[in-house]
């Protein structure tokens, strides 16, 4: 792989971002059997710190980074502020004599250590000391039975040891983990529906179809988006606050809410409802929010990208839109299928955000499986799509960057 690095939130009881992990692969199995463990750590921490930057994988959060036995010896964690990593020990890395004193250093040095998918070593005289240094456990919740689980969980409480519980994908396992007194909660859980019934599309969601609809025409009325914006004053303060950002700043100042669209266009003013209209779904949620905000902007950028990589002649805003779309559901609590019968959608990306198999779903799962770190997945479709990894990669943190400043404009 080339020069990239997959990235997932860890959440903390209120729903507010904790830190990321920094991921090689997306499982315990290496689809790469020539990258040790070593190779791949070294490979996410280039990746990260030097060619990428931790300031625009982090925003401010600690990451989780695993760490092997000869990585620990030879003290690479101390190559980085404490503030900035937590050190991920590996499952496999046993107690002993040595990992106790590297322990003991890096606790005194002020690192948090987190003892990934934990196991118990009951027969190794060392295996208490080692746990005195422990910050975190992490418990994948999948894979742990149930006995152990209870017996690693009142270990966990007797040692005053935080829990961290992987691999939580749904929200009631969420809930129920959390009852159960985890900490921290990992997966992607926070990006699956949550369907409530009695919910209809909420009414902020609906004040941007109209704008939607128009800016859809194939020849937009630049009269008619004006008067339905002038109409809106968070609208119209909103825009003129977007084309004021340094990377659209207009030499000239502004006099006109219809001349702000017209420096904007029509593409880039769709995209940024769409922006809005998720936004004004999220306005005073948790950390857990920004996230789902954060994936479905990046998701967007990147469908976009991937669509201009392959050099494909439909319209780059249609998969804009298929990314910008594909958790909605999750926002507002409203199933897929009602969301886009009341959206002015082509059909084949309404067809895609069901979940049905065509151009648009096929760019969308190539963009989810580099979110999530997906190897196989990635590597299958750049071969079909005859797109180069390395351009993948390098678009996918082009959107995250973006995702991110969009997020900075919209709170400030």
Known sequence: MKGFVGRQPIFNKDEDIFAY??????????????????????????????????????????????????????????????????????????????????????????????????????????????????????VDVLKTPLKIREKIEFTARMMNIELLAEKVETRSDYELLKKEGYDYFQGYFFSKPVIVSTHDIPTYFLSYIDLIKNLSMTEPNVDVITELIERDLSLSYKLLKLINSPALRPRNKISSIRQAIVLLGFTELQKWVYVLSIRGSLIGKSE????????????????????????????????FMTGMFSLM?????????????????????????????????????????????????????????MIDESELFTEYFNALNWSNELILLEKH
């Open 288 to 319: 857990m929010s920004d996230e789902v905000i954060r994936t479905s902007l990046t998701r967007a950028r990147l469908c976009e990208s991937i669509s201009r990589l392959k050099k494909n002649p439909s319209s780059e805003a249609g998969y």
């Open 21 to 138: 992990e920094l991921l090689y692969r997306s499982n315990d199995e290496n689809i790469f059997p020539n990258i040790d463990g070593d190779q791949a750590t070294a490979d996410v921490i280039i990746n990260s710190f030097v060619n990428i930057g931790i300031e625009e994988l982090s925003n401010g959060k600690p990451c989780f980074i695993n760490f092997t036995e000869n990585l620990l010896q030879l003290r690479v964690p101390t190559y980085f502020q404490p503030n900035d990593i937590v050190v991920e020990i590996l499952e496999d890395v046993l107690p002993g004599p040595e990992i106790i004193k590297i322990c003991k250093e890096l606790k005194q040095l002020g690192y948090k250590i987190a003892l990934d998918d934990f196991i118990y070593h009951d027969n190794n005289p060392y295996f208490s000391e080692y746990l005195k240094y422990a910050d975190i456990i992490k």
């Open 329 to 385: 559901d999750s926002i507002i609590g409203t199933p897929m299928d009602k969301i886009v019968n009341s959206l002015p959608l082509k059909e084949e990306i309404c067809q895609a955000l069901i979940g049905h198999d065509n151009q648009y779903k096929q760019v969308l799962d190539l963009a989810i499986a580099v979110e999530q770190g997906k190897w196989e997945i990635i590597s299958e479709r750049c071969r079909t799509f």
